[in-house]
T-cell receptor, first 116, second 111 residues
Framework: KAGVTQTPRYLIKTRGQQVTLSCSPISGHRSVSWYQQTPGQGLQFLFEYFSETQRNKGNFPGRFSGRQFSNSRSEMNVSTLELGDSALYLCASSLATSGSSYNEQFFGPGTRLTVL | DAKTTQPTSMDCAEGRAANLPCNHSTISGNEYVYWYRQIHSQGPQYIIH???NNETNEMASLIITEDRKSSTLILPHATLRDTAVYYCIVRGRYNNNDMRFGAGTRLTVKP
């Protein structure tokens, strides 16, 4: 079956702009998580959505937000872009239901955002 | 913050076993050990996970010490395509899906 897809794969923006990234999870997966990866900070958890609700949130400013639709597709938005927001943004989906003891996550290829 | 410690880098000869260690001395009783790897420019890929017993699948084996304070991921016959960054992650049994990645180990398989 198809894997996690992310669009666009590459994006260039300038400071102060906003950006929306999209993630389509594996069919049947209800949990979608977002991560930011930079050379300096590594992989950092942004937030997780499950059944259209944000279930968990990492330590990022309010400029980073997300949402999930009824078909489990998810978007994340970054407003007022800063140079430091340049990163690879990864989306991961999981079957996990609430309280599941096995939460294997499947990652997409990522969206590489460059802020100039 | 990551709850694991891994060597920064390791080398392995092609065809030999690659043994990647991970320390997780503060692991609690209901926490699992997960391993993922990330090949350059791709998203992380799940490898294996375990609680206290040794585990094996088609990709690798996971050996967890009896006190559960450390573990070793074993790739039995490393190939050049196994060159990647390997992440050891500790997470709760009923945790939500926030994976706390550390810096990982950069494994280079050499011909």
């Amino acid at each position: 079956k198809a894997g996690v897809t992310q669009t666009p794969r590459y994006l260039i923006k300038t400071r102060g702009q906003q950006v929306t990234l999209s993630c389509s999870p594996i069919s049947g997966h209800r949990s979608v998580s977002w991560y930011q990866q930079t050379p300096g900070q590594g992989l950092q958890f942004l937030f997780e959505y499950f059944s259209e609700t944000q279930r968990n949130k990492g330590n990022f400013p309010g400029r980073f937000s997300g949402r999930q639709f009824s078909n489990s597709r998810s978007e994340m938005n970054v407003s007022t872009l800063e140079l430091g927001d340049s990163a690879l943004y990864l989306c991961a989906s999981s079957l996990a239901t609430s309280g599941s003891s096995y939460n294997e996550q499947f990652f997409g290829p990522g969206t590489r955002l460059t802020v100039l | 913050d990551a709850k694991t410690t891994q060597p920064t880098s390791m080398d392995c000869a092609e065809g030999r076993a690659a043994n990647l260690p991970c320390n997780h001395s503060t692991i609690s009783g209901n926490e699992y050990v997960y391993w993922y790897r990330q090949i350059h420019s791709q998203g992380p890929q799940y490898i294996i996970h375990g609680l206290k017993n040794n585990e094996t699948n088609e990709m690798a084996s996971l050996i967890i010490t009896e006190d559960r304070k450390s573990s070793t991921l074993i790739l039995p016959h490393a190939t050049l395509r196994d060159t990647a960054v390997y992440y050891c992650i500790v997470r709760g049994r009923y945790n939500n899906n926030d994976m706390r990645f550390g810096a990982g180990t950069r494994l280079t398989v050499k011909p």
